[in-house]
């Protein structure tokens, strides 16, 4: 027993003595935090130039793709218009139908009705949409073009950034801050959504940035409020165009005859009573000519559309762009350098006379 309880005891002095020359842990220490950069002021300046130089490129780059595109519509509404819709409105029975309805529009028109110009113009444009706008606006579709080149704009210039900040060698923390500091979304209204140059950059996707989609509504709305863009129900500078130059033609062809004619057969036949307005055999010499007349007024009416989609800028396809690239600009220090005026402006040189 004696010995049993001595040999416990040896046991647990060496266990104790193993414990004590363990070697002890070092406390873990955290790494030191990365001190701030300094950046030179001449490094920021350069950095503002830089970024404006890349918004320009950007600008550049979405405003050529968007007028690609809408040339591209263009051409395919001219061809559309070319082979559905000319063809349509020459024809012989489409040519006694719009005879009969400028007789009823004036006949039945009353106080607070719309002239028969304006009713034949939206009876026209819904013709001209159904078989011109719309199929056009499968390949190519204007209203989804201001989202496409805005889109283009910001991911050239989330690019353009990303290679800035590794050409300074500014850490990303501070280039963030920077970025933050400019303007890429600023409506009038204060109660709309706000974006930073950084919030565009950064954004994936782009759609997913409120004032965005604040800013293609608000260009949705310019459209509507001037009474641009491509509807069914809303007349066009197309079918205004073409309405107008329809009721000179009918004015000329057939003048009053075919009002005085429904107004004494109101239960007759339409078709028959524009028959009888122009005839068959007439229309068909003169068939060619009213093509050629309404190909001109497309044509002209057209370029208005053109003027309208890409060169006005409420509600332009580049709206976007645009917006986007005056709120940088804007934003940024002016880079460019004025003339030094002069105290005392320098004397006039004096030309030689002229010889006799």
Known sequence: MRSTLRL????????????????????RLEAPAAPSVEITEETWRQLDKDIHDSAVTSRDLAVRFARRQMEDWRERALVRA?????????????QQWL???????RLSSGDGDLPAEDRLAEYIQEQYYDRVLAPVAKEVDP??????????????????????REQHAIPEGQFSRRLKEIHAILLES????????????????????????ALLAHIREAGIRAGIGLSKNRISPVARHVSEQL?????????????????????????????????IA???????????????????AMNDMWAILVDSPPSAVTSGIYHLFDQIEGSLPQTTTHPVPFETPPAALELPAPPD
Not at 201 to 208: F, G, R, Y
Not at 250 to 263: C, D, E, F, K
């Open 8 to 27: 416990l005891c040896i046991t647990t002095l060496l266990a104790l003595a193993g414990c004590a020359i363990r070697p002890t842990l070092a406390p």
């Open 82 to 94: 070319e082979t559905h819709f000319i063809p349509w409105f020459s024809g012989f029975l489409t």
């Open 99 to 105: 005879t009969a309805k400028v007789a009823w529009y």
């Open 143 to 164: 209203v989804a073009l201001v989202g496409q080149s805005t889109k283009l704009f910001a991911q050239h210039m989330s690019q353009c950034l990303r290679l800035l």
């Open 190 to 213: 204060s109660a709309t959504p706000y974006a930073s140059l950084y919030d565009i950059a950064n954004a994936d996707p782009l759609d997913s940035v409120p004032a965005y989609a």
């Open 247 to 279: 009721m000179t033609q009918l004015a000329v062809r057939s003048g009053a005859g075919a009002i005085s004619t429904l107004m004494g057969k109101v239960a007759g036949s339409v078709l028959s009573i524009g028959a009888s307005a122009l005839g």
């Open 282 to 300: 007439w229309h068909q010499a003169n068939r060619e000519d009213i093509e050629m007349a309404l190909r001109i007024t497309l044509d002209d």
